[in-house]
C-alpha cells in the first residue's frame, strides 16, 4: 500500500452541506447518507470547515447539561427533536432552537486536508496519530474527494474500481 496514492481510494461523490444548512438539515443528510462527518463548502466547493456526528451530539449535550443545571427537567435525547410533545412547550423551544443552529456557527474551521498525490500511508498515520476518520482532498483549494479509515481498510481486502 506504500505506492498507493490518495487519489487511488478517494470517495470523490462526497455530501457536503453549506455554511447555513441546519443541524436539523445536517444531521439528516448525514444520516440518510450513513456518514459520520460532512466538509461544509461555499458555492465554488471550496472547503470552509467540517462538522462530525460529535460536534452535532456534543450541542446537544451542552443544551442537555444546561437543562439539568437549571432542574427544567427533560431529557433531549428521550425525543425526537422533530416530534416533541406539546405537554413541554421549553423542551419543544429548546429542541427548535438546537435544530436551528446553522454549520456556519458549529462547524470546525481548522480541518486537516491532503492532496490527491499523497501516499496513503501517510494520510493513514495521520489519521491515526490525530484520531480524525476522514480528511478532504483538495486540489488547488477545491474539495474533490475525500479519503477514511473505511476507504483504506476496503482496499486491503477488495479492489475499488
Known amino acids: ?3 498507493l496514492k490518495v487519489r487511488d481510494l478517494m470517495t470523490t461523490e462526497v455530501l457536503t452541506l453549506s455554511p447555513d444548512d441546519t443541524i436539523k438539515k445536517a444531521a439528516t443528510r448525514l444520516a440518510l447518507d450513513n456518514v459520520s462527518g460532512a466538509p461544509i463548502v461555499d458555492n465554488r466547493n471550496h472547503l470552509l470547515g467540517f462538522v462530525s456526528e460529535n460536534d452535532i451530539l456534543n450541542v446537544i449535550m451542552r443544551y442537555q447539561r444546561r437543562l439539568d443545571k437549571e432542574d427544567l427537567g427533560g431529557n433531549l435525547l428521550e425525543h425526537s427533536m422533530d416530534t416533541l410533545d406539546d405537554s413541554d412547550d421549553h423542551l419543544a423551544q429548546v429542541a427548535e432552537e438546537i435544530s436551528n443552529i446553522e454549520m ?3 462547524m470546525v474551521r481548522s480541518v486537516m486536508t491532503t492532496s490527491p498525490d499523497a501516499p496513503v500511508m501517510e494520510v493513514l498515520r495521520t489519521m491515526l496519530t490525530l ?4 480528511i478532504p482532498v483538495l486540489e488547488k483549494g477545491v474539495l474533490v474527494g475525500i479519503i477514511s479509515r473505511g476507504d483504506i481498510i476496503f482496499a486491503l481486502y477488495k479492489k475499488k474500481v
Do not use: A, C, P, Y
Request: hydrophobic share 30%; charged share 20%.
Open 1 to 3: 500500500m506504500t505506492k
Open 104 to 106: 456556519s456557527t458549529l
Open 131 to 134: 484520531g480524525i476518520n476522514r
